[in-house]
């Protein structure tokens, strides 16, 4: 049986050199197909392995195109490196997207950059001899939330070491590389050419173009759950009507009515450093939103404000005592490809980050 194994990962590799993975979303599996022919010198078992309706190829591919699936506005070819043992992305991007705005040879650019897929990471190939230092992008989303009173004294210190300025400093963390290339986040100036300015549930922000249409989604799907119009947002005279207390609302609605006519800011796009470390913030890409209610009553929000509040401690606020937007909303973004930070350890209930490629 090993034998079998060996001799289909050979076939696997033999098909690389000669057939290229064409993908946009729709990477056809067909053109994978391991020579067929080959199999005809095997016993009937072995030929049924390779006439199979399943098209044989490699688990990376496999994970490479469910990857790039989650980003169906790129266009994109896998091709195996022997040099680096490694696959090859080709990523082609538009320079500009949803921008009705712009003229048809602005929408017509395109931009292509390499990545070598390094088990997830998506790295130029400069970085691959440090591979190990930085984590993978797509990785297990946990929406749900652990009591405190469980960590164990050892996780305590782990956690307190994560937050710590000095660990933070050091950590490479997320590679960056995917995000600068498909959100144009090289600098400042360049950056700010894809940034829109637009109202979320009736509060101002500034959000990168390519997530638009996503947080949008978001606010239509969370105002038809409150039963009301994004045009009763338009103005803080007419949020300021919005009936919180109709016997004819569910309990549900009035909780999400109250949470939008309750919510100061809902900042996304803002260019900045991650405290402590030499990273950005998602923040800096315009595809992360904070929503930051007028009053937290006591409540914890974030694990930072926390840390100044109660020192080192601060992991250990009860869920009830930290502030969170409706259960309901939450479902509603990660719906849409957002996670939500209140399920971090590290918490930052305000916080909201399109991820697409973390929610399964
Ligand atoms: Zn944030």
Redesign the pocket.
């Known amino acids: 049986m090993l034998q079998k194994y060996v001799f289909l990962f050979f076939t696997f590799f033999c098909a690389t050199f000669i057939s290229n993975c064409t993908g946009k979303n729709s990477a056809d599996p067909n053109n994978y197909s391991a020579s067929s022919g080959a199999a005809a010198d095997y016993n009937n078992e072995d030929y049924m392995l390779f006439t199979s309706s399943e098209p044989l190829e490699p688990e990376e591919l496999t994970a490479i195109k469910k990857f790039m699936n989650f980003y169906p506005d790129l266009d994109f070819t896998a091709e195996y490196d022997t040099e680096f043992s490694d696959w090859k992305l080709c990523i082609t991007k538009k320079v500009f997207l949803n921008r009705p705005e712009k003229s048809d040879a602005e929408k017509a650019l395109t931009r292509k950059a390499d990545f070598y897929w390094a088990g997830g990471r998506l790295l130029p190939k400069s970085e691959l001899a440090k591979k190990d230092d930085y984590w993978v992008l797509q990785y297990k989303y946990e929406n749900t939330l652990r009591d405190p009173k469980t960590y164990t004294p050892e996780e305590i210190e782990r956690i307190k070491d994560f937050g710590s300025s000095k660990n933070r400093r050091n950590d490479n963390g997320t590679p960056m590389f995917f995000f600068d290339f498909i959100y144009s986040a090289k600098s400042r100036p360049i950056i700010e050419e894809h940034i829109i300015k637009t109202k979320f549930l009736g509060k101002t922000t500034k959000v990168h173009e390519r997530i638009f249409p996503a947080l949008k989604r978001v606010e239509a799907e969370i105002c038809l759950l409150a039963a009301i119009s994004v045009e009763d947002l338009s103005t803080a005279e007419r949020i300021g009507k919005i009936d919180v207390t109709s016997e004819k609302l569910t309990d549900e609605q009035k909780e999400i009515r109250k949470f939008i006519k309750t919510l100061r800011s809902s900042d996304a796009y803002y260019w900045r450093e991650i405290a402590g470390t030499n990273r950005k913030?998602f923040?800096s890409y315009g595809i992360?939103?904070?929503l930051l209610p007028q009053r937290l009553n006591g409540r914890s929000i974030y694990w930072g404000w926390e840390k100044e509040r109660s020192g080192d401690k601060w992991m250990m606020v009860p869920q009830e005592a930290r502030w969170a937007p409706p259960q309901a909303v939450i479902k509603i973004f990660e719906e849409h490809g957002f996670i939500w930070?209140g399920y971090w350890i590290i918490f930052?209930n305000?916080?909201f980050e399109y991820q697409p490629q973390l929610i399964q």
């Open positions: 913030s923040h992360a939103i904070d930070g930052d305000m916080h």
